[in-house]
């Protein structure tokens, strides 16, 4: 199997269980060819290199903000281009993985690739709001803000546990947010 492999790797050590990975699944005759991630954008654009070259299979190791520029890249591709997109497949790497949780994914390097390699396809829903599609869940307001102004050392020391801290702080200054969706 054709496979492309996009790392948002949170550190050292799971670049290295990754490796091992890439290792362990060419030796039994796939082709994986690994890219990393180092600024925002870099899954959105390898995602769309993966569907033109004719990945069969696009594995996401990294968080939900990743597996969110990769389905936006795969959106792209198709919207652009047509044809077909690679499967996904998910090995979680980020801070709360919730939508890997929600697929019940595991949570672990070697058994999370085992699904998204060796697992059975379902279909998913894709959400589209203001041009940007989704997979899990679509927010604004007061909970986006919390996630976005979490930060990277927060999340590394604390978890997920970071966000709730960052979002008590938020409401202590709680604002009314106002939004406007409209059809595209």
């Known amino acids: 199997m054709r496979i492309t492999m996009i790392m948002n790797a949170p550190d050292a050590a799971s670049v290295e269980l990754l490796r091992a990975e890439v290792a362990r699944w060419r030796g039994v005759g796939h082709e994986i060819r690994p890219h990393l991630t180092f600024e925002g954008g870099d899954a959105h654009r390898l995602a769309q290199v993966a569907a033109t070259d004719g990945s069969d299979l696009l594995i996401v190791a990294g968080g939900d903000g990743t ?4 389905a936006n890249g795969l959106h792209a591709h198709l919207t652009e281009e047509g044809g077909t997109a690679p499967r996904l497949g998910i090995v979680p790497l980020g801070t709360g993985n919730d939508l890997a949780a929600g697929l019940e994914v595991p949570m672990e390097v070697p058994a999370a690739m085992e699904i998204a390699i060796g697992g059975r396809e379902m279909a998913m829903d894709v959400g589209l709001v203001g041009g940007r599609c989704f997979l899990n869940v679509s927010t604004g307001g007061f909970g ?23 979002g008590v702080k938020k409401f202590a200054n709680i604002e009314i947010s106002e939004a406007r969706f409209g059809a595209g």
Do not use: P, Q
């Open 67 to 70: 597996l969110n520029e990769v």
């Open 144 to 166: 986006a803000e919390a996630t976005e102004e979490t930060g990277a050392g927060a999340k590394r020391i604390l978890g997920s546990f970071a966000y709730l801290i960052t």
